[in-house]
């Protein structure tokens, strides 16, 4: 179960010391004492504690803890910062440093700050005595009744990284976030992300003083706060007067718009933003400003989506720092190369002319799909790397929280190590550790993954969807080449249950593809549906093959399927519903279909054919849905000769997050020659009430009085303007989704 290194480790530790080291333990006894200064903090004892449990677990051997003022002629290990470990001139140690040193005859582990000396402590215990941690679950630690340690050794480190977290389930784990050097926003944020609400909430403040608020289109609206409106500044100062003596020990404070658009407009909030170029000019300032009032204090901004550029002339002050985002690079290559990239590296580099304090939000998982197959693992290196060289402080790795995603321990492990020192070498170390002789295999799956990623082009999206990469690098035939790869790696640890366990969890992200993809395959090849009688039924092996899954999801730690979505038991009911539907013998299965106006090539489903592939759309809009951005959904569909036609149905979407809209009216038509139409059935569709984003299907009927015609055309008339309570950025427009039309 462990990585040869570990093992060479533990028959080192076995053997006779080498002559020149120190014998920490001889025979499972030990004649060193762990010391700790006199007045020593709370992290130094708690770093003495851990050394104590591990040597133990370890050798055997029982560690006395004692003061420094105790210590007489005896060895030691020397814990913090006592007066025998300033014989080493290192210089002064940065915060969350330390070092690991020894001379002929002690050990010592000393910090620089923070939770330097713990860092040290776990160091030692990993790099040193051959103990790993790759998940969120006891350290694999390694016995020898003999211990030993070079002498004359100098270990030195610094982070490369002043703000390193990754997150993922593993990190939640207390031990784990100490053991790799990671942080938390929690821990070091007293408020955290996009904060204005949190600082002027608008059902506090918006009905009695909607001037706080944000004007959009003539009107104001809790979108964004207006920055230049005095009593907003007030308030805040006053937020933050209370909440930094009430956390005094908080890092860092957040003053960041909220997520979307809607930046105010006013006159003076559009003055000071054609200054500066855009809304960073607003933010910047008003961050500053607040900053200004908290000069010991540092306060951080998101630089997201509007705000990614930086001001014209405007400079953060230097108690203000700027987390950059990269959310609209695709992944499949480097930050430092891929394209997509370009308008991220041009925002990089502009922050970094103007200010050192630089963070970055970055994202290695699919927000949209968390199982789906993510293979970003050979660039997480070169990301980081790249970042470093652009003197960026700090990094949040966003991954899937804390639910499992793909890969979830193999990415928290390996970013850990690299947000630390980019130059470690660690992949082979984790998959050999983490799945002992499946290792092997599960790099070569990941290889697989990533060559046809490249070999087929595909962008890698976190916004994606496993459905529309069925011709490239998650095809039938490319899932059956990684299926072939992990039969090898649960066949490499058959018996061992637990190593067993973790090549199953790897395998969900591809059994997740398949199913997802058989909704989409419907009544063809790969589909949940076969032929019988001349309509289809449901495949007999699905429902079961469901249950399975979310079975093994369950076990596996999955708490939602995507960022806000479907738990697994809410996944098995929607298959449930599925399941339970009744083939619909429609006219117009798989006739073909022509239309005005081009469906959206980033939801591409099965183009035309989404309309009468027998299908019907769930709550996702990216699979079976026909999608159409900005333009009427005008559709022709011909019958092949003229057939008699008593009604026709499908369903429209409603799902106003994603700026998908009821059409404001749906119209029938119909013809003998695809030429002259007549319109036989319409109906205008009520518009929301007000703010509503539920997600909705809603089905339309309509009865035809037993007509004869060839040719149907169904119009769904897309909203020409969004609604004024669902704010959007400039040229947004709405969009209308259809997922089957039945003719009956």
Same mark, same amino acid.
């Given at each position: 179960m462990m990585h040869c290194l570990l093992l060479f480790m533990t028959l080192l530790t076995n053997c006779h010391s080498p002559s020149g080291d120190l014998n920490l333990v001889v025979n499972g006894t030990t004649r060193y004492v762990i010391v700790l200064p006199e007045g020593a903090s709370k992290t130094e004892i708690n770093a003495a504690n851990k050394l104590q449990d591990y040597l133990k677990r370890l050798s055997g051997a029982s560690f006395k803890i004692i003061n420094e003022t105790a210590l007489t002629l005896q060895p030691a290990i020397f814990i913090g910062n006592t007066g025998h470990a300033e014989k080493f001139n290192t210089g002064k140690l940065k915060n969350e440093s330390f070092f690991i040193a020894t001379d002929n005859q002690h050990l010592y582990i000393k910090g620089g700050g923070g939770k330097g000396v713990l860092y040290g402590v776990y160091t030692l215990l990993e790099t040193y005595f051959g103990c790993r941690m790759y998940a969120d679950a006891p350290a694999l630690v390694p016995h020898s009744t003999n211990l030993h340690i070079q002498q004359q050794l100098m270990d030195k480190q610094e982070p490369a990284f002043i703000y390193r977290e990754t997150y993922y389930p593993p990190a939640f784990d207390n031990e784990y976030l100490e053991w790799h050097k990671l942080h938390r926003f929690e821990d070091l944020w007293g408020l955290w992300g996009h904060s204005f609400f949190k600082l002027i909430p608008p059902k506090t403040y918006f009905s009695t003083h909607p001037e706080y608020y944000a004007l959009v289109n003539g009107q104001r609206q809790a979108t964004q706060l207006c920055l230049s409106n005095e009593q907003v500044f007030n308030i805040t100062v006053d937020y933050f007067r209370k909440a930094i003596a009430d956390n005094p020990d908080a890092l860092y404070w957040s003053i960041a718009a909220e997520d979307g658009g809607g930046f105010c407009t006013c006159d003076q909030c559009s003055k000071i933003n054609k200054e500066e170029g855009g809304p960073s000019g607003s933010l910047i300032r008003f961050v500053n400003r607040v900053a200004a009032k908290f000069p010991s204090q540092s306060f951080t901004t998101l630089a997201y989506l509007n705000t990614a550029k930086p001001p014209l002339h405007t400079k953060p002050s230097d108690n203000v720092y700027i987390m950059l985002s990269s959310i609209d690079a695709y992944r499949q290559d480097p930050l430092s190369t891929t394209p997509s990239a370009a308008a991220f590296r041009k925002n990089l580099e502009a922050w970094g002319a103007i200010t050192g304090n630089l963070f970055l939000w970055d994202y290695t998982t699919q927000f949209t799909n968390y199982l789906a197959p993510f293979p970003d693992y050979n660039n997480l290196q070169p990301n980081l790397q790249y970042l470093l060289s652009k003197k960026v402080k700090g990094v949040f790795s966003q991954g899937s929280g804390e639910t499992y995603g793909d890969m979830e321990f193999f990415n928290t492990y390996v970013q850990a190590k690299l947000l630390w020192n980019p130059a470690a070498d660690i992949t082979t170390d984790f998959l050999d550790g983490y799945y002992g002789k499946a290792g092997t295999f599960m790099a070569q799956y990941m290889q697989a993954l990533t060559t046809n990623l490249h070999n087929t082009k595909a962008p890698l999206d976190i916004y994606g969807n496993p459905v529309n990469n069925f011709k490239d690098y998650l095809s039938a035939e490319a899932i059956d080449q990684y299926s072939l790869l992990l039969d090898k790696a649960e066949k490499a640890v058959d018996g061992n249950k637990t190593l067993l366990t973790r090549v199953y969890n790897a395998r969900l992200p591809l059994e997740y593809t398949v199913l997802q993809q058989s909704?989409?395959?419907?009544?063809?090849?790969?589909?949940?549906? &076969?032929?019988?009688?001349?309509?289809?039924?449901?495949?007999?092996?699905?429902?079961?093959?469901?249950?399975?899954?979310?079975?093994?999801?369950?076990?596996? #730690?999955?708490? +939602?399927? %995507?960022?806000?979505?479907?738990?697994?038991?809410?996944?098995?009911? +929607?298959?449930?519903?599925?399941?339970?539907?009744?083939?619909?013998?429609?006219?117009?299965? $798989?006739?073909?279909?022509?239309?005005?106006?081009?469906? %959206?090539?980033?939801?591409?489903?099965?183009?035309?054919?989404?309309?009468?592939? #027998?299908?019907?759309?769930?709550?996702?809009?990216?699979?079976?849905? =026909?999608? &159409?951005?900005?333009?009427?959904?005008?559709?022709?569909?011909?019958?092949?000769?003229?057939?008699?036609?008593?009604?026709?149905?499908?369903?429209? =979407?409603?799902?106003?997050?994603?700026? &998908?809209?009821?059409? %404001?009216?749906? &119209?029938?038509?119909?013809?003998?020659?695809?030429?002259?139409?007549?319109?036989? %059935?319409?109906? $205008?569709?009520?518009? =929301?009430?007000?703010?509503?984003?539920?997600?909705?299907?809603?089905?339309?009927?309509?009865?035809?009085?037993?007509?004869?015609?060839?040719?149907?055309?169904?119009?769904?008339?897309c909203l020409t303007d969004m609604p004024s309570w669902r704010a959007a950025g400039p040229g947004k427009k709405a969009s209308v989704c259809c997922d089957e039309v039945f003719v009956l």
């Open positions: 909704r989409f395959f419907g009544a063809e090849k790969y589909g949940y549906l &076969i032929p019988e009688n001349g309509t289809y039924i449901v495949n007999p092996r699905w429902p079961v093959r469901v249950q399975k899954f979310v079975a093994q999801c369950k076990d596996a #730690g999955v708490k +939602e399927l %995507s960022e806000g979505g479907l738990s697994p038991d809410a996944y098995q009911q +929607e298959w449930n519903v599925i399941f339970s539907r009744k083939w619909i013998n429609s006219l117009a299965f $798989q006739a073909p279909v022509k239309l005005a106006n081009p469906y %959206s090539e980033e939801y591409p489903a099965k183009k035309e054919k989404t309309l009468t592939d #027998g299908l019907q759309g769930d709550k996702d809009f990216s699979t079976n849905w =026909l999608f &159409i951005y900005g333009k009427d959904l005008v559709a022709t569909i011909d019958l092949g000769k003229v057939k008699t036609v008593k009604e026709v149905q499908m369903n429209f =979407l409603q799902d106003p997050r994603h700026y &998908i809209f009821n059409p %404001s009216d749906i &119209i029938i038509e119909t013809s003998d020659d695809g030429v002259n139409f007549k319109s036989v %059935s319409s109906q $205008q569709v009520s518009a =929301l009430a007000g703010e509503d984003y539920d997600v909705k299907i809603n089905n339309f009927h309509f009865q035809l009085p037993g007509v004869g015609t060839r040719y149907i055309r169904v119009t769904g008339k």
